[in-house]
Antibody
């Protein structure tokens, strides 16, 4: 069965970086985009960017351009998202999701807390 | 960026009643070469990731009950729950995938 399993919760100080992972199984990793989406409590989901695992090309939201990097390791069927220069506004649950049209499978989410 | 606007923000209905959620995009989501609307609907329950209900505005995802009906084209879309069940209590989001992704503000459905 299709699964996206994300890395565990993180606590970071302001100004630090965080790198999250998303391991895919149960399907051909390179046949789908992997998106990263974050959601603060009580807020709508916010798209951060995607990676085309087949070619390694990426597209980022302008809201995060310059601060986010999405990569993948096709041999490990794993996608990564690194976010730099963290502030308290980056406290949220971060999800990975696969898509061709719409996001049909999601990871369980990773809580990132930014606090001094 | 494409801005998605949903209405209402919340609604409370009785079991078995019809629910209508509206979604408007700041630009057309209809791609003329394939005549498809790049619009999806999601259901999100507390503590869970969003669940895909429909894509291409009206194509129901596998396993989704047929009481969930997506419609609309261009910039105006609707999700209808024909007869609300207790398990449908959730927040519903529309999402465009025409250019990147962006989500509506959500509609909270309560009984």
């Amino acid at each position: 069965q299709v699964q996206l399993v994300q890395s565990g919760a993180e606590v970071k100080k302001p100004g630090a970086s965080v790198k999250l992972s998303c391991k895919a199984s149960g399907y051909t990793f390179t046949n789908y985009l992997i998106h990263w989406v974050r959601q603060a409590p009580g807020q709508r989901p916010v798209w951060m960017g995607w990676i085309n695992a087949a070619y390694g090309n990426t597209k980022y939201s302008q809201n995060f351009q310059g601060r986010v990097t999405i990569t993948s390791d096709t041999s490990a069927s794993t996608a990564y998202m690194e976010l730099n220069s963290l502030t308290s506004d980056d406290t949220a649950v971060y999800y990975c999701a696969r898509s061709i049209y719409g996001c049909d499978y999601w990871g369980q989410g990773t809580l990132v807390t930014v606090s001094s | 960026d494409i801005v998605m606007t949903q209405s209402p923000d919340s609604l409370a209905v009785s079991l078995g009643e019809r629910v209508t959620i509206n979604c408007k995009s700041s630009q057309s989501l209809l791609y003329s070469p394939n005549n498809k609307n790049y619009l999806a609907w999601y259901q999100q329950k507390s503590g869970q990731p969003p669940k895909l209900l429909a894509y291409w505005a009206s194509t129901r995802e596998s396993g989704v009950p047929d009481r969930f009906i997506g419609s609309g084209s261009g910039t105006d879309f609707t999700l209808t729950i024909s007869s609300l069940q207790a398990e449908d209590v959730a927040v519903y989001y529309c999402q465009q995938y025409y250019g990147g992704l962006s989500f509506g503000g959500g509609t909270k459905v309560e009984i």
